[in-house]
């Protein structure tokens, strides 16, 4: 009967430390927004305009306004801070330390990074996140 007690708390230890060491949602949307920003690290502006939802289904020339507007953003970037260095997720917002923050209603979730420039200065933005077929996009 003890082996059978001890298996059954082991068995339970087990799904308590899965259930913990597991990724949120939250954590996974702040991860890939990390991602696509750091695209912009290594100018790679097709790489930032995959992350956004819905960019396949837009108009050729709309597609094309977004992109040199990604590449504007770029270049002002480099002539205002010398460029984006780093980028890196913020957990300061939260009381659960959370790197995210989900909107249910808007089946949204936020995520919040830290942009790190050339010239040592920061910038906190907040990307909403919305999850298309087990992938995290920018809105």
């Not at 996974?28 to 750091?38: C, F, G, H, N, P």
């Amino acid at each position: 009967m003890k082996k059978i007690l001890y298996f059954l708390f082991f068995i339970l230890y087990l799904i308590v430390l899965y259930a913990c060491s597991s990724t949120t949602p939250e954590e996974l949307a702040a991860s890939e927004a990390r991602d696509y920003y750091d695209c912009l690290t290594d100018d790679d502006v097709k790489g930032f305009m995959k992350g956004k939802a819905d960019v396949d289904s837009l108009p050729a020339f709309y597609r094309e306004q977004l992109q040199k507007a990604v590449e504007q953003y770029l270049s002002d970037l480099k002539a205002k801070h010398g460029g984006l260095s780093s980028v890196c997720v913020s957990e300061e917002h939260y009381v659960d330390n959370s790197e995210a923050c989900r909107d249910t209603s808007l089946h949204l979730t936020y995520a919040f990074l830290i942009l790190c420039f050339s010239d040592s200065t920061q910038e906190e933005i907040m990307v909403p996140m919305v999850e298309r077929d087990g992938q995290w996009l920018m809105k």
